[in-house]
């Protein structure tokens, strides 16, 4: 037993609790999570600050004893210690501290907002990747000849792209936070899919510069922004595995859209069209139909589903609805100190910005992807430049998408498994390097058939974005850090896309030489860089639990009962890695 186990037993028996029944590491959505919040007082539970400050919380020493063992929630006389939402709280009403129910009861739930909420979530995703990831099947079918574009100039529409994406990501989380990510989403998926149809119109670059722009613009943010909606009703521990399955929606959509422009691209010529704008045209009205059902479908939170579309008395009891209401809140009170349509004010997205602690996972999303951007968006264009043809090339990108999603979902799993998360993903660089290697020391002559198979892998690096996402959620400590954090960590994703637009030149064309020695090089950087974040979050732990460990139980308890850290900034807790 850990010396601070041994303070948290000792803090229990001061407030006479049985310890057998307060055991928060009992609780299997926390087995993953044992790194956060490591005092044992139930004295201190409380929330600093007012109106969408930062919940304040303290998990082991156990105050929930959840699933597995009986009554999810087994502590009697301890009910006024419970953190207590704000009065204006969504759930407020559903929230109960003396409320049990069974672990079965909870399986059956989640495994019902799995079917009512994540899949449309990953329905609405696909409709983003649709839109955004066609423009790949549209260069197989001359794309850029039709336009009168070089390589360069789509380089810098792929650029503007992702500039506008970039800047847009964090008002639009801001503004989805204002006015709720189930009025927010299905606006944007309308106004994106009307721009994307409108690319049947393009003539020459200031128009495709044009669309790419406003495609960017409208789409940024609706990542973070599906990810804050999907925070409402699952916990920190499912929520990777979610994640996962929303970007397997990702590659998936990769897949059918494959197929769906093998068939639109042969509609060339009809009424005088090239085929690629009957793409535009026909996916992107899809998008459309696909939010406009998203406006009626998405609820506003776990309490609030009944509405004409959804049914006069919604899709869950009530009793469901408190075991919801629950079950987040004690997994993670700091959801409970901001409701759903309460946004941001200037001072907290400073005091979010500021937040060093979060830096080293925005320095990874600044370049752990880079191996494989040109790729993703060179794969037709290389594909066809080793003789190819249009429609191959449409078909043989298909097992880089399978190879893909299985990859996705093994990483993700393997995270949480192992409970080893940067390590793990550093295994994304080791995936890419001997590959990269491959492509820049097999000279020209090589067989076609050999470029597609490193072609296909490097594009199908371990995909582990979603560990990274949920793991910034959970290093946030707080629900206004959580907002800004998710939307900037996926801006230096995006940023990464801008500059990674640019490594493969059309100097360097069709082999890229040059540009898979400075992927190398990349490769290289990305790995230490996930071994230091590693052993920054190692080290921040240690010095913390030096000086937790250091504190006599009388200073612990003066310590939390009257210092102003919040969030991420407490003593006691501990950062994910």
């Known amino acids: 037993m850990s010396s601070h186990d041994s303070v948290s037993d000792e803090l229990v028996d001061e407030v006479k609790v049985d310890p057998e029944k307060v055991g928060y590491k009992d609780h299997p959505h926390h087995q993953h999570r044992h790194e956060h ?22 998990e082991s020493g156990g105050l929930f004893k959840r699933a597995g063992r009986g009554p999810t929630f087994d502590n009697e006389n301890m009910s006024s210690r419970y953190v207590k939402p704000i009065e204006t709280f969504e759930g407020l009403h559903r929230w109960d501290p003396d409320f049990e129910w069974e672990p079965k009861e909870e399986q059956r739930l989640v495994r019902k907002i799995n079917w009512r909420i994540c899949l449309w979530v990953c329905i609405a995703f696909f409709s983003l990747q649709l839109d955004r990831g066609n423009i790949s099947q549209a260069l197989s079918d001359n794309l850029l000849k039709d336009l009168g574009l070089s390589t360069n100039q789509y380089n810098t529409g792929q650029s503007i792209f992702y500039v506008c994406f970039l800047f847009a990501e964090l008002p639009s989380q801001l503004i989805s936070k204002k006015v709720g990510p189930d009025n927010w989403i299905p606006i944007q998926m309308v106004s994106w899919s009307l721009v994307a ?59 059918v859209s494959a197929f769906l422009a093998y068939g639109i691209l042969h509609l060339r010529g009809y009424d005088g069209l090239e085929g690629w704008r009957w793409l535009f045209a026909l996916e992107g009205t899809l998008t459309g139909v696909i939010g406009i059902i998203t406006y009626f479908y998405l609820p506003p939170s776990p309490y609030q589903t009944a509405s004409r579309f959804r049914g006069k008395n919604g899709w869950f009891s009530e009793r469901e609805e408190k075991i919801m209401a629950n079950r987040i809140l004690r997994d993670d009170p700091s959801k409970g100190t901001m409701h759903n349509r309460q946004g941001l004010s200037l001072k907290m997205l400073w005091e979010c910005l500021k937040d060093y602690h979060m830096w080293p996972i925005y320095l990874l999303g600044l370049s752990w992807l880079l191996p494989t951007v040109p790729m993703q968006q060179y794969i037709t264009l290389n594909l066809r430049a080793v003789g190819f043809g249009t429609f191959e090339t449409n078909l043989l990108t298909i097992p880089a998408y399978v190879i893909f999603i299985i990859g996705l979902i093994v990483f993700c799993f393997a995270t949480e498994y192992f409970n080893e998360r940067f390590l793990i993903s550093s295994l994304s660089q080791v995936w890419s390097l001997p590959l990269l290697i491959a492509l820049e020391t097999l000279p020209p002559s090589r067989s076609p ?129």
């Open 37 to 58: 919040f490591h005092s044992a007082s139930v004295e201190a539970e409380k929330v600093l600050g007012q109106g969408g400050g930062d919940a304040v919380y303290f």
């Open 197 to 255: 149809s409108c690319q049947a119109f393009m003539q020459n670059a200031g128009g495709f510069y044009a669309c790419r722009a406003f495609l960017g613009l409208i789409e940024g943010g609706f990542i973070p922004d599906n990810i804050l909606y999907l925070s409402y009703w699952y916990t920190g521990a499912e929520l990777p595995i979610r994640l996962a399955f929303f970007w397997v929606s990702y590659q998936a959509t990769s897949i």
């Open 449 to 577: 058939w050999v470029t597609w198979i490193l072609t296909v892998l490097v594009f199908a690096q371990p995909y582990v974005h979603p560990v990274i996402v949920a793991i910034t959620s959970r290093n946030a400590g707080s629900v206004r850090t959580r907002t800004v954090a998710s939307a900037l960590y996926n801006m230096m994703v995006q940023a990464s896309n801008i500059y990674g637009a640019q490594i493969y030149r059309t100097d360097d064309a069709p082999l890229y030489y040059t540009g898979n020695k400075v992927l190398i090089g990349i490769c290289c950087y990305n790995f230490c860089l996930f071994i230091f974040t590693k052993w920054f979050y190692i080290h921040v732990n240690r010095k913390r639990e030096r000086k937790w460990g250091a504190m006599s139980v009388e200073e612990k308890q003066h310590y939390l009962d009257t210092t102003t850290d919040q969030g991420n900034k407490r003593l006691d807790f501990r950062f994910s890695h």
